[in-house]
């Protein structure tokens, strides 16, 4: 079975700072792919950054970048120069198949909270 | 482009009484799927689609059915409400099926339903 751990209910950070959210994940697949959504006030979902289970370099988008430390199965989030608008729920998932079919599994996710 | 489309955005119902959540996306992708959010968790796949005429059960799929009427529609119906189905529900789709791309989906903006 899948499991995705976010273990940070909530996180605070000043403005312009960077900031690690956590996830480590279970699976006892080879191939899989790890997702970081972000869930703002308004309730919609935000697809952040993207790492497939045999990328050697991490993941970056922007002030964003993923963390990947697969040994340990983590996939950290980091953003870089923290703004306000980044005040969200942040959900760490991942890509799961069977018989073919594909879904991705979610933690319970980070609330962040940007200081000014 | 709209994206995913959900309606309604809010909707109270009385225990027993039946409704339909309507999804709809136009970005021609094959995959669909039904979540739901409950506070202080992570999304829980109900349903998915691989295609059109084609759903799977996903984690939590008692007390829901679901119709993909064609590649731009996917319905979800309760048959009778019960208030542990007060929760957010969120259609989401996905360009890729079976084992080809990342498999990112992407979301819709989520009913709020109330059961009583």
């Known amino acids: 079975a899948q499991k995705i751990t976010q273990t940070q209910p909530g996180m605070f950070v000043q403005e312009k700072e960077a900031v690690t959210l956590d996830c480590t994940y279970d699976?006892?697949?080879?191939?899989?792919?790890l997702f970081w959504y972000k869930q703002p006030s308004s309730g919609e979902m935000i697809f952040l950054i993207y790492?497939?289970?045999?990328?050697?370099q991490n993941a970056t988008e922007g002030r964003y970048s993923l963390n990947f430390q697969k040994a340990r199965k983590s996939a950290n989030l980091v953003i870089s120069a923290s703004q306000l608008g980044d005040s969200a729920m942040y959900f760490c998932a991942m890509r799961y198949t069977w018989g073919g079919r594909r879904a991705l599994t979610f933690g319970s996710g980070t609330r962040l909270q940007v200081q000014p | 482009n709209a994206g995913v489309t959900q309606t309604p955005k809010f909707q109270v119902l009385k225990t027993g009484q039946s409704m339909t959540l309507q999804c709809a996306q136009d970005?021609?992708?094959?995959?669909m799927y039904w979540y739901r959010q409950d506070p202080g968790m992570g999304l829980r796949l109900i349903y998915y689609?691989?295609?059109?005429?084609?759903?799977d059960k996903g984690e939590v799929p008692n007390g829901y059915n679901v119709s993909r009427l064609n590649k731009r529609e996917f319905s979800l119906r309760l048959e009778s409400a019960a208030p542990s189905q007060t929760s957010v529900y969120f259609c989401?789709?996905?360009?890729?099926?079976?084992?080809?791309?990342?498999?990112?989906?992407?979301f819709g903006p989520g009913t709020r339903l109330t059961v009583t």
């Open positions: 989401a789709s996905s360009p890729h099926t079976g084992t080809g791309g990342l498999g990112e989906q992407y």
């Open positions: 699976t006892s697949d080879q191939s899989y792919g």
């Open positions: 970005m021609n992708h094959n995959s």
């Open positions: 689609s691989a295609s059109e005429g084609t759903t």
């Open positions: 790492q497939g289970s045999y990328d050697e």
